[in-house]
């Protein structure tokens, strides 16, 4: 089986670089108006939105080349304010995901 015949999920998902995770950790400590819980989510996005994002910029990376057919929910979005009430500038996907992918490479566990 080739990689191209290989499907993702029909789904939507929620990402933030750990970066922002960790920085908010940080924020929450320091921050005196803190308080209560903080949704960390950069983007909603559809797992295909996300394969055509990675083949952008990593064209030769094999990834699964069509979504499952099984139904999947609307999107739907969080919202930023209260975390960005605590000074945070969330990283965007396509930083997180080349700064993910080339520090996989560089443990070697992608190669490509």
């Given amino acids: 089986m080739h990689a ?32 209560g819980r903080y949704c960390l989510v950069e983007t909603v996005i559809h797992c295909s939105e996300v ?17 499952d057919d099984k139904p999947s929910i609307a999107g739907y979005q969080v919202s930023k304010e209260k975390a960005k009430s605590l000074g945070i500038n969330f990283i965007p996907l396509e930083v997180t995901l080349k700064d993910t992918v080339e520090n996989l490479k560089q443990k070697g566990f992608l190669s490509f």
């Fill in 51 to 67: 394969m055509k994002l990675l083949h952008k910029l990593y064209p030769t990376l094999c990834h699964p080349g069509k979504c």
């Fill in 4 to 35: 191209g015949d290989q499907t993702f999920p029909n789904s939507f998902y929620r990402f933030v670089d750990i970066r922002d995770v960790a920085n908010a950790h940080i924020q929450a400590l320091e921050v005196p108006s803190a308080t």
